[in-house]
């Protein structure tokens, strides 16, 4: 089912229904449209199944489809744009433009988000460049009397959002300070006299914290100080060597000692030996006995 819809502001729309849709400025129509470019019956789109037909009810030149002027009636189809008075329409497929709209606000970086009762929760995508005010050539179009006709200007500059007050006679405001021109930061409150809105968008990179890649070490650093390791290693080894063969040291001399003692004492036994054969051997020779 296809609804017919303000190019400016959505929540002015009807579905496309049998028998009839009419468009005017009038309480009884389908699809009101306060506007004094409008006539109180300006339009009507006859409904059969798929297909659609305008018709103009204003007289000549009061009604156009694709910027041509449309004489008594034509036919429309999906994604036509329509003209009636100073107002632009479009004949739009819900289904699709929903669509098309999440994928155009995932690269939105900023919007406003309403704070006011009346639209409390409404986001609204802001683009490089939106002018706020209550004139439908605006980009963010407001029906409030206390705003000026063009009101402010915002602008994206390098990722960056500022607003720019165009001379409003109510004022411009940033969390409650009147401002002519300054940046606007994510969580600021920007109202346009009594309208506010809560600012949505990407944080400042001072509020992000960075996280630092650790630190590897090259392959040769790596390699030379796994060798300094091994090399201290064996230090402590040979070190634990000497320790160990300096404890050993004199229980080996003691038992070095002690053996040169031990023959030291045979040799002294063999001479007494020795000497006292040779004594006797001499005493017997004397005695006749050898």
């Not at 229904?17 to 400025?25: E, L, N, Q």
């Not at 009101?151 to 959002?161: F, I, N, S």
């Not at 045979?266 to 007494?272: A, K, P, T």
């Amino acid at each position: 089912m296809l609804k017919l819809c303000d190019v400016k502001d959505a929540t002015q729309s009807v579905w496309l229904v049998a028998p009839k849709v009419t468009i005017g400025r009038g309480n009884q129509c389908d699809l009101t449209l306060a506007d004094a470019s409008i006539a109180k019956l300006h339009a009507e789109i006859l409904v059969d199944g798929e297909e659609l037909e305008l018709r103009s009810l204003a007289g000549d030149g009061q009604v156009a489809v694709n910027g041509k002027v449309v004489e008594g009636s034509c036919k429309l189809r999906r994604n036509d744009r329509v003209q009636v008075g100073d107002r632009n329409l479009a004949v739009v497929d819900p289904k699709i433009t929903r669509l098309k709209a999440a994928g155009a606000s995932a690269n939105v970086a900023w919007a406003l988000r309403a704070n006011h009762p009346a639209i409390v929760g409404r986001v609204f995508p802001v683009r490089e460049t939106s002018v706020v005010g209550r004139s439908d050539d605006c980009d963010l179009t407001f029906a409030m009397s206390h705003l000026s006709r063009r009101h402010a200007r915002l602008e994206v500059r390098e990722g960056l959002l500022f607003v720019v007050d165009l001379g409003s006679a109510n004022g411009t405001f940033l969390n409650n300070q009147r401002v002519t021109e300054c940046r606007v930061r994510r969580g600021d409150e920007l109202r346009f006299d009594s309208l506010s809105f809560s600012v949505v968008g990407p944080a400042d990179d001072i509020d992000k914290t960075t996280v630092r890649q650790a630190v590897t070490m090259p392959d040769a650093a790596r390699q030379s100080t796994a060798l300094d390791q091994a090399m201290q290693r064996d230090r402590v080894r040979d070190s634990g060597k000497a320790a160990s063969t300096a404890e050993a040291a004199p229980s080996q001399s003691y038992i070095g000692d002690s053996a040169a003692a031990g023959s030291s004492g045979w040799i002294w036994v063999g001479l007494l030996v020795a000497g006292a054969a040779v004594a006797g051997y001499f005493w017997a020779q004397g005695q006749g006995l050898v």
